[in-house]
């Protein structure tokens, strides 16, 4: 079973508009970390966020939020006011505690900003 | 600023070749991992290290060989390059627990022809 659903293939928004990208993630551990990568066209995946269970406060940096419930098992990202440079490929991920330092993969969500 | 480095960016191999793929970090990190990345598959694992000559199955192994005789160097081995393995490989590397973020190199482009 995938762990970590990210249902949105391709997403296409108007430069200035808002856009949140969709995380479910499937787990039974208690302590667990919530990832968001960004894979810019030229191919290198970059750290964006890592939270833990313990933590469900949601985290605001600059035009780039993100809102974990863990009622939902949902760590979604949110993209305000977006600009020609957001456009890449977003990558959720899970690790476990009890699972070793494997992470699971999203299968990502392609983002296209029009301007 | 950790780094990670792929030995190539674009590598075009023939069905049946022994191909290596390199990978060098320079952050003295204990865990390094190969994946692959195919449109709408997300990024699969191979395999994994933990440790030098340490290694553990990902989710897709078959076909694939790793080796890890120093710390920073974890290399990929297509025993018999086929087709089907014609993708994009990244390479990443972390420490310690699995609270710690991946770090990335840039990929190689590996066509099998």
């Known amino acids: 079973a995938q762990k970590v659903t990210q249902a949105q293939t391709e997403i296409s928004v108007v430069e200035k508009e808002d856009v949140t990208l969709d995380c479910v993630y499937e787990?039974?551990?208690?302590?667990?970390?919530l990832f968001w990568y960004k894979q810019p066209p030229s191919g290198e995946l970059v750290f964006l966020i890592r939270?833990?269970?313990?933590?469900?406060q949601n985290e605001i940096s600059g035009r780039y939020s993100w809102n974990f419930q863990k009622s939902t098992s949902s760590f979604n990202f949110t993209i305000t006011a977006s600009q020609v440079v957001d456009s890449a490929v977003y990558f959720c991920?899970?690790?476990?505690?009890?699972?070793?330092?494997?992470?699971?993969f999203g299968t990502g969500t392609s983002l296209t900003v029009i301007p | 600023d950790v780094k990670v480095t792929q030995s190539s960016r674009y590598l075009v191999k023939r069905t049946g070749e022994k191909v290596f793929l390199e990978c060098v970090q320079d952050?003295?990190?204990?865990?390094m991992f190969w994946y692959r990345q195919d449109p709408g598959l997300g990024l699969r694992l191979i395999y994994f290290?933990?440790?030098?000559?340490?290694?553990e199955k990902g989710d897709i192994p078959e076909g694939y060989s790793v080796s890890r005789e120093k710390k920073e160097r974890f290399s990929l081995i297509l025993e018999s390059a086929s087709t089907n393995q014609t993708s994009m490989y990244l390479c990443?590397?972390?420490?310690?627990?699995?609270?710690?973020?991946?770090?990335f190199g840039p990929g190689t482009r590996l066509t099998v022809l």
């Open positions: 990443a590397s972390s420490s310690g627990s699995s609270y710690n973020e991946q770090f």
């Open positions: 787990t039974r551990d208690t302590t667990y970390y």
């Open positions: 939270r833990n269970s313990f933590d469900e």
């Open positions: 991920a899970l690790s476990e505690a009890n699972t070793g330092n494997q992470f699971y």
């Open positions: 952050m003295d990190h204990e865990n």
């Open positions: 290290s933990y440790d030098v000559k340490m290694k």
